[in-house]
């Protein structure tokens, strides 16, 4: 499985653009990207999945370069109810039974 | 709609006694797994269910934790001869289908403390 390494906190301010970048070096040509939030005494929450380029829904953007070692969660304009952990993971989608592999996440903290 | 519940919510138990934990999945859902997130920490992998089949069961620390999910909805993880090191977040997941493309769906899960 394909280690993710990504900062374990960020501070932002209501109204900003906050980017977290996940480094996975390692990736395997199956692997897709997969991105999770999780706020204090719930179970995570899926906020978006990609293989390369970039996909956007209502909620984030992910940016992923060419040779897919890293990627990029992008939320637009956060407010308070941004702040939570989120875990960047990397998964094969050939193996019907994977788990998800969380890291330590990065704990995002918006600021009024 | 009714997402994945879990009871309890929370449990207290003291050094040595056996607890069961449930989760209900969305109804429908082939796949559904069970992790663990100790405090400050990423959720890890226990075990892995594809209806009633237990396909994997590499994550369980011990042959104390046993995880069942007999008629292919309704899981229960069992705990025996519960210790300190145990106490920690239980959460369950579940999804329609089977492999990482399937969005998996979590539980509030249930928070175990061990006296």
């Known amino acids: 499985l394909a280690k993710t390494t990504q900062p374990i906190s960020m501070d932002s301010y209501e109204g900003q653009e906050v980017n977290i970048t996940c480094s996975h070096n390692?990736?395997?040509?199956?692997?897709?990207i997969t991105w999770y939030q999780q706020f204090p005494s719930q179970g995570p929450r899926f906020i978006i999945q990609g293989y390369k380029t970039k996909v956007t829904n209502e909620v984030a953007s992910l940016f992923i370069p060419a040779d897919r070692k890293s990627s990029t969660l992008s939320l637009p304009r956060v407010s308070l109810s941004d702040t939570a952990v989120y875990y960047c993971l990397v998964g094969d989608f050939y193996n019907a039974g994977n788990m998800l592999t969380f890291g330590g996440g990065t704990r995002l903290m918006v600021k009024p | 709609g009714a997402g994945v519940s879990q009871s309890p919510r929370y449990k207290v138990a003291k050094r040595g006694q056996d607890v069961a934990l449930r989760c209900d999945p969305i109804?429908?859902?082939?796949?559904l797994f069970w992790y663990q997130q100790a405090l400050g920490q990423g959720p890890e992998f226990l075990t892995y269910f594809q209806n009633e089949a237990q396909l994997d069961k590499s994550g369980l620390p011990s042959d104390r934790f046993f995880a069942e999910r007999p008629e292919g909805s309704v899981s229960t993880l069992k705990i025996q001869r519960t210790q300190q090191e145990d106490s920690a977040v239980y959460l369950c997941?579940?999804?329609?289908?089977?492999?990482?493309?399937?969005?998996?769906?979590f539980g509030p899960g249930t928070r175990l403390t061990v006296l």
């Open positions: 997941a579940s999804s329609l289908g089977t492999g990482v493309r399937n969005e998996q769906f």
């Open positions: 390692n990736i395997a040509t199956n692997d897709y």
């Open positions: 109804s429908g859902h082939v796949s």
